[in-house]
């Protein structure tokens, strides 16, 4: 009976110590790591990855799987490919955004987009393009880091959770979120070229 309740608490232990790990604790100063995501980030010249993208959707109560394959070539030139379920593309190539789904295309002109210029501002600092990220609250586990935002501006609002690998920097995953309803994309696979 000894060894059994031996055994038991070793494996209730060895639970709540890896169940430990995936805690996220508070960094109390966040500049730190935003300092260091965007020092990082300076110096990609391309990216090309896998994404998993989830999202759900409250009222309906549905949640939609897709894959695909996202591509990011410095200064501006991002490449969105949908594998699954169906295929479909968003390519952006400076202020330009092409939309390709089931067969039909349509043109953006971001720079005379009202929402995205709200969403680049809130990224940016301002309405140039130049400034800092939104203040953060930054969180950390074994071999990661946390980045928390909060949007507030216009008739925009959420939350963005970004999930930073600790050793580069680099994103693996993000998560939009407003009230229940979210997106998130989980990164893998990802070549970066840096300078």
Same mark, same amino acid.
């Given at each position: 009976m000894?060894?059994m309740?031996?055994v038991?608490?070793a494996?209730?232990?060895?639970v709540?110590?890896a169940?430990a790990?995936?805690?996220w604790?508070v960094?109390?100063?966040a500049s730190?790591?935003?300092s260091?995501? &965007?020092d990082?980030n ?8 896998s994404?998993t993208?989830e999202?759900?959707?409250?009222v309906?109560d549905a949640k939609s799987v897709?894959?695909g394959h996202?591509s990011?070539a410095?200064?501006?030139r *991002?490449?969105i490919?949908?594998?699954?379920p169906e295929?479909?593309? *968003?390519s952006?190539?400076g202020d330009?955004m092409?939309i390709v789904?089931e067969?039909k ?6 720079a005379?987009?009202?929402q995205?210029?709200? *969403? ?17 609250k930054?969180f ?14 216009g008739?925009?609002?959420?939350t963005v ?6 050793s580069?920097m680099?994103l693996?995953?993000f998560?939009?979120? &407003?009230?229940?309803?979210y997106t ?7 070549? *970066?070229?840096?300078?």
């Open positions: 000894k060894r309740l031996a038991i608490f494996a209730f232990a060895f709540c110590i169940g790990q995936d805690v604790n960094v109390p100063d730190g790591i935003v260091a995501f &965007n990082a300076s110096r990609v010249v391309s990216i090309d990855c994404f993208e999202k759900y959707v409250d309906l897709s894959t996202f990011f410095a200064p501006d *991002i490449l490919e949908y594998l699954s295929k479909s593309s *968003i952006i190539d330009k092409k789904s067969g295309e349509s043109d953006v002109n971001l005379s987009s009202r995205y210029r709200r *969403i680049f501002s809130m990224f940016s600092g301002n309405s140039t393009g130049k400034g800092r990220l939104p203040e953060a930054a950390e586990r074994p071999g990661q880091y946390m980045l928390v935002f909060e949007m507030r501006q008739g925009l609002s959420g959770e970004a999930v930073l690998r600790a580069d680099s693996e995953s998560r939009m979120k &407003n009230g229940e309803d998130e994309f989980r990164f893998t696979d990802k070549v *970066i070229c840096t300078e």
